[in-house]
């Protein structure tokens, strides 16, 4: 099985090195650099491609415009969020920047390898205890009141699934153009700037077409 490529990007020296040490030390895992600024995240991400850059907000530069011009460039890496901030609103900014995982440094160190597993299989994981905050933030009150057409109620629902664009239109009878188009309406509508955001913003909303579900088991609690 082939290590997952991680970068760590951290302005905390001896908290660098520590977590390059350990995780230089554990199978399946291959760290390929580091770095203590948003400039050289930035340059981590073209140079060195790894497949997860594990980033602290606290640091040199803008974290969060560092995150979306990282997805820009390589929008194949998948970002965590590694930092003391437990503000509510600074993990929604993070995630709807584009990182897949926000896991608060007062966790394990298992917590950070589960992050790195969960958003490897494509989903988000934020530090539990802390993503009950903000799904609630993300689902009320005024998220609870936004109106959905049926039509998009139905994709909401497949997105909750983890259905692609194609498999919705393929379930739907719609083209793919079609399912883009109504993806780009929802993240206008739930004021998000993309799918994971679109993700957490419609969970917990009351949606016809959509069943009950267990957050535990749509990966966002892990």
């Known amino acids: 099985m082939q290590a997952v490529s991680v970068a760590f990007v951290d302005d905390h020296p ?4 520590g977590l390059r040490a350990i995780f230089a030390r554990r199978n399946g895992y291959k760290v390929v650099a580091t770095g203590g600024c948003c400039e050289i995240a930035l340059d981590i991400a ?8 594990i980033l602290d907000l606290n640091m040199p ?3 969060f415009e560092c995150i979306r011009r990282m997805r820009n460039l390589a929008p194949e890496i998948k970002i965590i969020v590694f930092t003391a901030s437990s503000g509510i609103n600074h993990a929604i900014d993070a995630l709807q920047a584009g990182a897949s995982g926000y896991v608060l440094k007062g966790s394990s160190l298992e917590s950070l390898t589960e992050a790195i597993d969960a ?17 609630a933030a993300l689902t009320s009150p005024q998220g ?5 057409s049926a039509r998009e109620e139905q994709i909401v629902a497949l997105l909750l699934e983890s259905r692609t664009n194609r498999e919705m239109a393929e379930e739907l009878h719609l083209s ?7 993806m780009s309406l929802l993240m206008q509508k739930l004021k998000v700037r993309n799918r994971v ?3 957490m913003a419609a969970r917990g909303m009351p949606l016809a077409s959509a069943p009950s579900r267990d957050l535990e088991r749509i990966g966002l609690l892990n």
């Open 144 to 148: 609870a009141k936004i109106k959905l």
């Open 176 to 182: 793919e153009k079609t399912i883009k188009n109504y």
């Open 46 to 53: 073209v140079t060195h491609k790894p497949d997860i850059v």
């Open 197 to 199: 955001g679109l993700v």
């Open 61 to 63: 530069g803008n974290a």
């Open 14 to 17: 001896t908290l660098l090195e």
């Open 119 to 135: 958003v490897m299989a494509g989903e988000t994981y934020i530090t539990k205890g802390f993503a009950t905050k903000v799904i």
